[in-house]
């Protein structure tokens, strides 16, 4: 192994170490203190929207993991650099150390809440950073091969035992002005891939530990002790005939339901300190605190909400029964002024959403929710309250880990994805999508079943049809409809003959509009046209 290639790899176990130790400490300063999310949640915010719109695309609801995944890889090839440099220039090495630093130092500093202990677990582990490499370089150093440009290979116990190789062994070292035999070398070598991997190993499980930590001592025992109120009004029953065989399921477990947000890292909001201020352009600003929340009257509605980056037939999609409170008495009691027509929600992160006042307030079953499928909010999901607005995407309504909400005028404010292109205001469009069969699927000729789902939310679904290649359309049969704010199923039964053939849906809402055809991207305000497989 060359020496350059050992000094680079010295400079990445440094930045290992780095990212471990500033784990660690990231447990006491906040976890969005930590280089790499804080580095990452400055990216998110300020990477182009069709940047965003690609990585959502291709990588969906890990996004936020690809994009951790891709922060790593540069800043190896990074600390390479840096490693390398270290064997010629060691201040200039400890200048690169110094600027990751600065750069994770000065990224946790922008983020919503931070103070200046913020900036701590970058400087940590930056100066833990210098040791490392400065040990490791040593390490590499003594491990320098003993002619320029080639290293030995294993030398055999025999091999270093006799005279003759002993002679050899000297007049080549002398040779190099290297005192060392070649197997006192490749001891050496071999000593620094240990210390290399002892600090990785170190490296990833401060750097797991931190993270474990950080996400326990925040809110999962507090979440494990929250027992959710008895509400004033259950959901109705569900009907027995609501799931349709081969269609997705009409409830969606929280472990299945899609996340897609802004956050690198889940927010832990601890429900005893949380509070959502309702502020602004109203008469009476008021606060309310977690025990004042699980005092108001509660109901359960099943609502289906949706991404405004769910393609044509895609899954960023999800159907749940919520516990919440209406968030209309809430505005009610703060008494918005007539011509604040834009209610801001921000979360902990700092993330914004605006939400027409109009529609909080119309009388549909937009709630200010703890709950998801009889259990409290998953905190990947917004524990401990958040946002749903039936009929809305969520972009313009959802908002996680919810803390504020300000009164404000459309014309005086843009919310978060606004400025990047979407449009302000985006009511969810009319949409079907076939579950079975599969694209591709290879099925017998004779009776085939097609079973899907279509939603138009705060609209409802009033038909559902097939079309099988260019023939008439044909009308599905639909489940029950549980309200106009869940999406519907259907099914089909095809009596399919031998040969290749193509299927589409299209629906049609309880306002007569039936789904366009024409194919449009999701941005700015939601895809169109028809499924097809």
Not at 95 to 113: H, N, Q
Not at 127 to 134: D, Q, S, T
Not at 204 to 211: D, K, L
Request: neutral net charge.
């Amino acid at each position: 192994m060359k020496s350059s290639i050992r000094a680079g790899l010295a400079g990445v176990g440094a930045a290992g170490a780095a990212l471990g130790v500033a784990e660690l400490v990231a447990v006491l300063a906040g976890n969005r203190s930590s280089p790499l999310v804080a580095v990452g949640g400055v990216v998110v915010d300020h990477v182009p929207a069709a940047v965003k719109d690609f990585g959502i695309a291709v990588f969906g609801v890990h996004d936020k993991t690809a994009l951790l995944i891709g922060t790593g890889l540069l800043l190896a090839a990074y600390a390479f650099g840096v490693g390398v440099l270290a064997r010629r220039r060691w201040w200039l090495a400890v200048g690169g150390i110094g600027l990751f630093g600065l750069v994770g130092a000065v990224a946790a500093g922008t983020r919503p809440g931070a103070g200046a202990v913020a900036a701590v677990p970058s400087l940590a582990g930056a100066a833990v950073a210098v040791l490392v490499l400065r040990h490791l370089i040593t390490a590499a150093e003594k491990a320098g091969p003993i002619t320029a440009g080639e290293s030995t290979g294993p030398i055999a116990a025999g091999e270093k035992a006799g005279p003759a190789a002993a002679g050899e062994d000297a007049g080549r070292a002398a040779a190099v002005g290297d005192p060392r035999t070649p197997y006192r070398i490749e001891r050496d070598r071999r000593r620094f891939l240990r210390e290399v991997g002892v600090v990785a190993l170190v490296s990833a499980v401060s750097g797991v530990t931190g993270r474990m930590l950080t996400s326990w001592r925040a809110v999962t025992a507090a979440r494990e002790d929250v027992a959710l109120p008895v509400p004033a009004e259950r959901a109705p029953a569900l009907p027995a005939t609501v799931q349709v065989n081969g269609a997705v399921q009409y409830v969606t477990p929280n472990r299945d339901f899609y996340r897609i947000d802004t956050a690198i890292v889940t927010p832990q909001v601890d429900p005893s300190a949380w509070e959502l201020r309702i502020h602004g352009m109203v008469r009476n600003p008021i606060t309310v605190t977690w025990a004042d929340l699980l005092r108001l009257p509660m109901v359960e509605r099943y609502v289906t909400i949706a991404c405004v980056s769910n393609d044509v037939g895609s899954d960023l999609i999800g159907n749940a029964l919520w516990l919440g409170t209406p968030i209309k008495a809430l505005l009610d009691l703060a008494d918005p002024l007539p011509e604040a027509d834009q209610a801001v929600q921000r979360s902990v992160d700092g993330w914004t959403c605006g939400t027409p006042t109009a529609v909080l307030r119309d009388g549909r079953d937009a709630l200010l929710a703890i709950g998801m499928n009889g259990e409290p909010l998953p905190v990947e999901h917004g524990f401990p309250a958040r946002m749903i607005v039936p009929g809305l995407y969520g972009y313009v309504s959802a908002c996680k880990w919810i803390t504020e909400i300000e009164l404000t005028r459309f014309a005086d404010f843009d919310a978060y994805w606004v400025p990047r292109g979407w449009s302000a205001q985006a009511p969810v469009k009319t949409q079907s999508r076939i579950d079975t069969p599969r694209a591709g699927a290879v099925k017998p000729a004779g009776p085939v079943t097609v079973a899907g789902v279509a939603w138009a939310t705060h609209r409802g679904i009033a038909k559902v049809e097939v079309q099988v290649d260019e023939g008439p359309w044909q009308t599905t049969e639909l489940a029950p409809a549980v309200s106009v704010d869940t999406w519907r199923q259907w099914s089909l039964t095809w009596p399919a003959s031998a040969g290749r053939h193509t299927l589409r849906v299209r629906a049609t809402d309880l306002d007569g509009v039936t789904q366009t055809p024409a194919l449009a991207p999701p941005a700015p305000d939601g895809a169109t046209g028809w499924h097809q497989v």
